[in-house]
């Protein structure tokens, strides 16, 4: 790849939402610690995909296990089951916030209006995966921060489509 194609990938990756690249283009520009939060989604969805029929274990196992998680990077899955004619994103699992456990997102939006639920149900219908780009509360720092999110479609036995994500806090 040559060097110009290589920085406009890396302006891409650093400030303009959802983008998709190969893993070949992505491990030449995205961080080790975007690289793990890669590696954590694609685990994760191995994982449900063996066990997507007892979702209580999957949350537990998705909590717990280090495999999907990274603690000293901030790094936790989130799912969603998503249909957007329905209009739901439901939380079916998340690593750090149980509580949200059954929570329909559609709707909420972040702090600068983004429907981002919206967004990441385009992204992964049109693409299957991808990383987007928006500003979140950080629980761990509690406070408005930039955050490059992976996420993933995965679709169930029975039907159902989910999407799995991970994302990393940039320093704002």
Not at 2 to 17: C, D
Not at 38 to 54: F, P, T
Not at 75 to 81: D, E, S
Request: glycine share 6%; proline share 4%; aromatic share 12%.
């Amino acid at each position: 790849m040559n060097y110009l194609a290589k920085w406009l990938l890396v302006f891409l990756a650093i400030g303009f939402g959802p983008f998709s690249t190969s893993m070949a283009q992505e491990s030449e520009i995205l961080s080790p610690v975007a690289q793990k939060a890669r590696a954590i989604v694609e685990a994760a969805c191995d994982y449900i995909g063996a066990h997507s029929n007892d979702m209580p274990a999957v949350q537990h196992v998705l909590r717990n296990n280090p495999r999907f998680f990274d603690r000293k990077n901030a790094l936790y899955v989130f799912v969603h089951r998503y249909d957007a004619a329905r209009k739901e994103a439901i939380v079916c699992a998340h690593g750090i916030r149980p509580e949200l456990i059954g929570k329909n997102m559609w709707n909420l939006r972040t702090p600068n209006g983004r429907l981002l639920f919206h967004e990441i149900a385009r992204l992964v219908e049109k693409d299957g995966e991808g990383w987007i780009e928006y500003d979140w509360l950080n629980p761990f720092a509690d406070r408005l921060q930039t955050k490059l999110s992976y996420v993933k479609r995965v679709l169930l036995g029975d039907g159902r489509k989910i999407w799995v994500g991970c994302g990393l806090w940039k320093e704002n």
